[in-house]
């Protein structure tokens, strides 16, 4: 009688592969001989995918979470810019209103300045007439005043010459005036003579005299 330990053969089966594999296997034509000759180089190979799948995953985990941390910071740059492109603008606008106020006060500041020269002017132009007025001899008589910038330019008449004299002296000496420029005199005809005068005597005697009133700023 012949015995057969098919329990200790099916154990061992049982400890290599899975029970009823190693059936299907056989049929296939692999045998557990060749699967255990073959486990060190298919243990090779699945350390070798695992390695592949790892070298890809994590890289490319790695990747996303950097794009991840990068797409942050861009949006909250993006954030900032318009934040600043608000300022900007706030900023650009409250320039231009600065610029036209400035504007604005410069031209009151002109006409301000326009009317205190004009308010001086005619303070200065009073009183150098009426210096001048006092001033003029008796014989003497002012024909045209021109009065601009503190510019007089006075022709005046006279039947003698001594008191032209007299009225061109006083404007040159006096401290109001300056720059005095004498244009000379030159005689004229009266429109009517008087009978038993000479001629001579009746000639109008016309002078023009040019100079400048003497400022606060002047010296």
């Given at each position: 009688?012949?015995?057969i330990?098919?329990l200790?053969?099916?154990?061992k089966?049982?400890g290599?592969?899975?029970f009823?594999?190693?059936?299907h296997?056989e049929?296939?034509?692999?045998?557990?001989?060749?699967?255990?000759?073959?486990?060190?180089?298919?243990?090779m190979f699945?350390?070798?995918?695992a390695?592949?799948?790892?070298a890809?995953f994590?890289?490319n985990?790695?990747?996303?979470?950097?794009?991840a941390?990068?797409d942050?910071?861009?949006s909250?740059l993006?954030?900032?810019?318009?934040?600043?492109r608000?300022?900007?603008?706030?900023k650009?606008?409250?320039?231009?209103?600065m610029?036209?106020?400035?504007k604005?006060?410069?031209?009151?500041q002109?006409q301000l300045?326009?009317v205190?020269?004009?308010k001086k002017?005619?303070?200065l132009?009073f009183r150098?007439?009426?210096d001048?007025?006092?001033?003029?001899?008796?014989?003497?008589w002012f024909a045209?005043?021109?009065?601009?910038e503190?510019?007089?330019r006075?022709?005046?008449?006279?039947?003698?010459?001594?008191?032209?004299n007299?009225?061109v002296?006083?404007?040159n000496?006096s401290?109001?005036y300056?720059s005095v420029?004498?244009?000379?005199?030159?005689?004229e005809?009266?429109t009517?003579?008087?009978?038993g005068v000479?001629?001579?005597k009746?000639k109008?005697?016309?002078f023009?005299?040019?100079?400048?009133?003497?400022?606060?700023g002047?010296?």
């Open positions: 009688m012949i015995k330990n098919l200790g053969k099916r154990k089966l049982q290599a592969v899975p009823g594999l190693d059936e296997l049929k296939l034509g692999i045998r557990f001989d060749d699967l255990e000759r073959l486990k060190p180089k298919l243990t699945g350390a070798m995918l390695l592949a799948y790892i890809y994590i890289p985990y790695l990747h996303q979470e950097k794009m941390a990068l942050m910071q861009l909250s993006e954030t900032r810019l318009e934040e600043l608000k300022e900007l603008a706030s650009r606008e409250i320039r231009k209103n610029e036209q106020l400035s604005e006060e410069g031209e009151m002109r300045n326009a205190s020269a004009l002017d005619r303070s132009a150098s007439l009426n001048l007025v006092v001033a003029l001899p008796e014989k003497v045209t005043v021109f009065y601009a503190r510019v007089i006075l022709t005046g008449k006279s039947w003698e010459y001594f008191p032209i007299d009225f002296k006083y404007v000496s401290t109001f300056h420029v004498f244009k000379g005199i030159s005689t005809d009266p009517q003579k008087v009978p000479p001629d001579a009746q109008i005697k016309r023009e005299v040019d100079f400048k009133v003497r400022g606060s002047d010296k």
